[in-house]
């Protein structure tokens, strides 16, 4: 499948698609489907940040809108 055909598609079969590629990700066994090094660092640091009181939080609501 090509991109064309992708972009082509309804966007209820590319949700379809989408999902079957997760899934299809999601159960393999054959590597490490783990997160970069660099996430992990960056975690750390927001959460640092957050105990510290240097980072500024947002109720979910006001998040979403």
């Not at 590629?21 to 159960?27: H, R």
């Not at 750390?44 to 979403?64: D, H, I, M, T």
């Amino acid at each position: 499948m090509t991109a064309i055909e992708i972009a082509a598609m309804p966007v209820a079969e590319k949700l379809k698609l989408m999902e079957a590629l997760w899934d299809s990700l999601a159960n393999r066994t054959d590597g490490d489907m783990g997160s970069p090094p660099w996430h992990g660092a960056v975690l750390e640091e927001r959460l640092r940040r957050l105990a510290n009181g240097e980072e500024q939080v947002s109720p979910w609501k006001e998040a979403k809108d």
